[in-house]
């Protein structure tokens, strides 16, 4: 039997036995605390400004090492959408290239890479890319001459590049299809010990054709006359045929990712600022990419997608305009935002000016003034928006007696609103007998329609 002396003894030691509970699991919150602050910090720091000039380079490598090991990031995503995705980035972004050891040897070195501008997006995208290729491939970052900050995913692994990123990239084309069958066309000549002269030839006429060479230093015919070589060949002995994969809309997203831009043009017609949804992609002047992008017109006219391709400047476009074509293209691209990575604001805010461009009638002023206000956030234009703001204020001034925009006369009994939204009833009826006189009926008409367009503008979180 317990005296009263061994029970307080035991509930004392209770008691600090709760108390070392209590302190142990209040400390582990704390610690939490500061992680998830931490993490929220660099999210705020990179939200705010992708670029911020606050985190140098070994902040930033942190957070991708962080991103790596960090459960959050590891989500389940369509390999084959991913890697579609990818191979267009890589047609847009990626590089392909290397470098001989010296001038005295041969030996030719890889070098793989994607480079991106750094934000949060970018650095998700290579997180997620990376993990592909379990984590072998490297970063690097550096500071660009805007005070910007670049990422490279690179490989200098042959056997890297020969097993897993050349047979991941795949379904690129034109130069970048062909760099990389001659990248691995030179790591196969390599391997042949017993014709390494009669290769050398070879070598280095691939090496010298491959995507990015604008940075070599000796010409070709130097480097043939350093290895007392006289050319036979021309870089077609390697004959490589087209790839006719039928083209993706992943990777078509992708291709945009790297080399789109996204924007809406504005003009001025009949005294009132009009708006054109335009998506453009431009590459540098080559026969393969005047072939690509004609290839991808032919895609986009498959689906009843009007394109055009030019030539303006050093620079191929392909340019898709107007609001019927951009909605259609937006619809056959995934609706997923997070495929959009960091064009993801670009398409949200792109989304909502589709829906108010074929809203916002010439008459209706309110429905002008948002997407004016919507378009200065998506794109930076040399006119600043004092200048658009005042002549939609001088328009409507001098329209401003036209207030029945979506109202018409009905049989000479009734006004009838027809919004062009989704709503019931398509048609409401404003009867002069119900409301006394045509006067009254149109003052009804104007509050009804006014209700419903405010009541849209919140739906789709415009206003």
């Not at 130097?222 to 993706?248: A, C, H, Q």
């Not at 959009?340 to 398409?347: D, R, S």
């Not at 989704?422 to 009804?448: G, N, R």
């Amino acid at each position: 039997m317990q005296t009263p002396a061994s029970m307080e003894k035991n509930n004392i030691l209770i008691f600090i036995l709760l108390i070392l509970i209590i302190n142990r699991f209040f400390a582990q919150i704390c610690i939490n605390m500061f992680y998830a602050f931490s993490f929220l910090l660099y999210i705020f720091l990179f939200i705010k400004d992708g670029n911020n000039l606050n985190l140098n380079k070994e902040s930033l490598f942190k957070l991708v090492k962080e991103y790596e090991t960090d459960s959050k990031f590891n989500l389940k995503l369509n390999f084959e959408s991913f890697k579609e995705l990818s191979n267009g980035i890589f047609q847009a972004e990626g590089h392909i290239g290397g470098y001989f050891v010296s001038k005295k040897n041969n030996k030719f070195r890889p070098l793989i890479y994607i480079g991106l501008t750094v934000n949060i997006e970018s650095i998700l995208f290579f997180v997620y890319l990376n993990k592909e290729f379990e984590y072998k491939m490297n970063y690097s970052i550096e500071k660009l001459p805007s005070d910007k900050f670049y990422i490279k995913l690179y490989s200098r692994d042959w056997k890297l590049i020969i097993d897993k990123i050349i047979p991941y990239f795949n379904n690129v084309y034109g130069d970048k299809y062909k760099g990389l069958k001659r990248l691995e066309k030179i790591y196969y000549l390599q391997s042949e010990y017993n014709n390494k002269e009669k290769n050398d030839e070879k070598i280095i006429l691939l090496a010298y054709h491959l995507v990015d060479n604008s940075k070599r230093k000796l010409l070709i015919k130097d480097r043939f006359s350093l290895f007392k070589i006289s050319p036979t060949l021309d870089v077609n002995f390697f004959f490589i045929s087209e790839n006719n994969k039928p083209l993706n809309f992943y990777f078509l997203l992708g291709f945009i990712l790297g080399d789109g831009n996204i924007y809406v043009r504005i003009r001025e017609s009949e005294n009132i600022p009009w708006f054109i949804p335009c998506i453009r992609i431009n590459q540098k002047i080559t026969e393969d990419n005047l072939l690509f992008l004609k290839n991808i017109q032919i895609f986009l006219h498959k689906e009843n997608i009007n394109s055009y391709v030019y030539i303006s400047g050093h620079l191929i476009y392909l340019s898709i305009e107007g609001i019927i074509n951009i909605e259609k293209f937006i619809k056959l691209l995934t609706d997923n935002s997070f495929y959009w990575f960091w064009k993801k604001k670009e398409y949200l805010l792109l989304k909502k000016a589709l829906l108010l461009m074929k809203l916002a009638a010439s008459k209706w002023q309110k429905g002008k003034e948002i997407l004016l206000n919507l378009v200065y956030s998506i794109v930076k234009y040399e006119k600043p928006i004092d200048y658009w703001q005042n002549i939609l204020f001088n328009y409507y001034t001098k329209n401003k007696n036209n207030k029945e925009y979506y109202i018409s006369l009905w049989r000479e009994k009734a006004w009838a609103v027809k919004l062009p939204i989704k709503i019931k009833p398509k048609v409401q009826f404003f009867f002069f007998k119900t409301y006394e006189s045509k006067e009254k009926a149109l003052k009804e008409a104007i509050k009804y329609r006014d209700f419903k367009l405010n009541n849209w503008l919140k739906e789709n979180e415009l206003i």
